[in-house]
């Protein structure tokens, strides 16, 4: 079973910037793309950018464009969202989401959460 491991988040002001990774085990061949989503108290889950792995092609919800930026690093199946900007409504926890092949060779893996980080912005 993959393993996706969230880091970087924390306490910031209004206007500041984050940088969160996220690491997932196994073979990054595997790994089809990689999402962040992010989830208040009460509220559901959002997805706010996500990258395909083979074509690095990727996706921002309208609220983030121009202040997000997703990457990755293939090799080291890492996937990183740089914040800017940052606003008070962006406080939310912000969870890491793999999708996997759906090739013979990556048989047995499931598409995978982490835990997710706490981002939290003073106003």
């Known amino acids: 079973q993959v393993q996706v491991v969230e880091s970087g988040g924390g306490l910031a002001q209004t206007g500041g910037s984050l940088r969160l990774s996220c690491v997932a085990s196994g073979d990054p061949w595997c790994t089809a793309a990689m999402n962040w989503y992010r989830q208040e108290p009460g509220k559901v889950r959002e997805l706010v950018a996500g990258?395909?792995?083979?074509?690095?092609?990727?996706n921002y919800v309208d609220a983030v464009k121009g202040r997000f930026t997703i990457s990755r690093d293939k090799a080291k199946n890492t996937v990183y969202l740089e914040i800017n900007k940052l606003r008070p409504e962006d406080t939310a926890v912000y969870h890491c989401h793999v999708e996997h092949e759906k090739h013979i060779i990556c048989r047995g893996y499931t598409d995978a959460w982490g835990q997710g980080t706490q981002v939290t912005v003073s106003s």
């Open positions: 990258i395909r792995n083979r074509n690095n092609m990727t």
